[in-house]
DNA sequence: CCCACATGGGTGAATTGCTA
DNA sequence: TAGCAATTCACCCATGTGGG
């Protein structure tokens, strides 16, 4: 008996997995789909980083792009749930898709209590590749110049008390080649916008002009929701149109025209790196609820793998395909012919 | 999930700026 | 240059980030 029971505790042991977290569900999940997706652009885009990164010498950036081509590699499914580990890069797709969503949810039961919130952009004349680091610095710098002011004169009693959320944005203008990093930023009121707004252009111009008053847009938010989603976007568009003026509204799922800058893209998270994205002024967040769920063993489960060419992961035993995506052929189009890579 | 690391917010102290 | 105001610095630690 002993023996017996020694061999059945030793084969449960072996055929034991250690997952982490609460696991996403898999049935009628359609962000299962998503994911496959997000998998499949971020890795065309990983792969064209690793070698604009191989080829300047940034041995180490390339080594994270490869570590966002092997997220969610291996996939591990039990009792109608799915676990795997997560590259938590700002350039891959799924992992700013999660981030995203526990920021926004972080925020939203405080922007929805605020009496009249407003989203204002605060951004600079546009800039080339070679001034990008210098000029990202310099925005950071004289934003928390301004932030360190406010408080001081609210401390003293000659000002208002600034309360805010902010994010650091960059966007790419493939048509003028040039680089405009922005602020997105929450205010409770339309007074500490306008506050913020003056202190900006003001701070911008000490030395040479670089903000004018209209580039500095500020509108009232009606849905909150949509405000931070807005705001909460994670430093740079993937898919971008080569010329953003275009006004055109674009359908659901049109991409006509949509090219991928791999080269800008690489430029803006390195020139981003080391830099906080989002942050709290003003006000403390309150206090993330432990779930006190660590890890847990599980036997009888399965395991699948991503296969990048069939852009889907793949039962290691059954070799069932675990999302059945697939790709659309606009997309496959794009991320295979119009990964631009030139140097600008 | 936990942990390590480092940026940057909060705040008192030091420095700089302004005016008479 | 005194005297006061405004701005910037320095330090602590909360929190964004990323690895395992």
């Given at each position: 008996?002993?023996a017996?029971?020694?061999?059945?505790?030793f084969d449960?042991?072996?055929?034991?997995?250690?997952?982490?977290?609460n696991g996403?569900?898999?049935?009628n999940?359609?962000?299962?789909?998503k994911?496959?997706n997000?998998?499949a652009?971020?890795?065309?885009?990983?792969?064209?980083?690793?070698?604009?990164a191989?080829?300047?010498?940034?041995?180490?950036?390339?080594?994270?792009?490869w570590?966002?081509?092997?997220?969610?590699?291996k996939?591990?499914?039990?009792?109608?749930?799915?676990?795997?580990?997560?590259?938590?890069?700002r350039?891959?797709?799924t992992?700013?898709g999660?981030?995203?969503a526990?920021?926004?949810?972080r925020?939203?039961?405080?922007?929805?209590?605020?009496?009249?919130?407003?989203?204002l952009t605060?951004t600079?004349?546009?800039?080339?590749?070679e001034?990008?680091?210098n000029?990202?610095?310099?925005?950071i710098?004289n934003?928390?110049?301004?932030?360190?002011r406010?408080?001081?004169r609210?401390?003293?009693?000659?000002g208002m008390?600034?309360?805010?959320?902010?994010?650091l944005?960059?966007?790419f203008n493939?048509?003028k080649?040039?680089?405009?990093p922005?602020?997105?930023?929450i205010t409770?009121?339309?007074?500490?916008?306008?506050?913020?707004?003056?202190?900006?252009i003001?701070?911008?111009?000490?030395t040479?002009?670089n903000?004018?008053?209209n580039?500095?847009?500020?509108i009232k938010?009606e849905d909150?929701?949509?405000?931070?989603?807005e705001?909460?976007?994670?430093g740079a568009?993937?898919?971008?149109?080569?010329?953003p003026?275009?006004?055109?509204k674009?359908?659901?799922?049109?991409?006509?025209?949509l090219?991928?800058?791999?080269?800008?893209l690489?430029?803006?998270?390195?020139?981003?790196?080391?830099h906080?994205?989002y942050?709290?002024?003003?006000f403390?967040?309150?206090?993330?609820?432990?779930?006190?769920i660590?890890?847990?063993?599980?036997?009888n489960?399965e395991?699948?793998?991503?296969?990048?060419q069939?852009?889907d992961?793949?039962?290691?035993e059954?070799?069932k395909?675990?999302?059945?995506?697939?790709?659309?052929?606009?997309?496959?189009?794009?991320?295979?012919?119009?990964?631009?890579?030139?140097?600008?």
């Amino acid at each position: 008996t002993l023996a017996q029971n020694r061999t059945i505790s030793f084969d449960g042991l072996i055929n034991n997995e250690v997952v982490f977290g609460n696991g996403t569900p898999m049935e009628n999940n359609p962000s299962i789909l998503k994911r496959a997706n997000k998998k499949a652009i971020t890795n065309a885009l990983v792969l064209a980083m690793v070698d604009i990164a191989n080829e300047k010498g940034e041995f180490e950036r390339a080594k994270k792009y490869w570590n966002t081509f092997h997220c969610q590699n291996k996939l591990i499914s039990h009792n109608g749930r799915y676990y795997t580990d997560y590259c938590k890069n700002r350039w891959c797709a799924t992992c700013c898709g999660i981030r995203k969503a526990f920021i926004l949810n972080r925020y939203y039961p405080i922007i929805i209590n605020w009496e009249e919130p407003h989203l204002l952009t605060l951004t600079i004349k546009a800039i080339k590749a070679e001034d990008l680091h210098n000029k990202i610095n310099e925005v950071i710098n004289n934003f928390s110049k301004i932030r360190d002011r406010c408080n001081k004169r609210h401390q003293r009693g000659k000002g208002m008390k600034v309360i805010f959320i902010k994010s650091l944005e960059c966007n790419f203008n493939a048509t003028k080649r040039t680089y405009n990093p922005h602020y997105h930023i929450i205010t409770p009121n339309r007074e500490t916008a306008l506050y913020l707004k003056q202190e900006w252009i003001k701070e911008c111009n000490k030395t040479s002009f670089n903000a004018g008053n209209n580039a500095q847009h500020l509108i009232k938010i009606e849905d909150v929701e949509k405000g931070l989603v807005e705001v909460i976007k994670y430093g740079a568009k993937i898919l971008s149109d080569p010329d953003p003026t275009h006004k055109r509204k674009r359908n659901r799922g049109d991409m006509v025209g949509l090219k991928v800058y791999a080269r800008a893209l690489h430029n803006i998270y390195n020139a981003m790196n080391n830099h906080r994205l989002y942050g709290s002024i003003g006000f403390k967040l309150p206090e993330v609820e432990n779930e006190n769920i660590s890890f847990k063993y599980v036997s009888n489960y399965e395991s699948w793998t991503y296969q990048p060419q069939q852009m889907d992961w793949i039962n290691n035993e059954t070799e069932k395909k675990f999302t059945e995506y697939e790709i659309d052929s606009y997309l496959e189009y794009i991320l295979k012919t119009c990964m631009d890579k030139e140097t600008f």
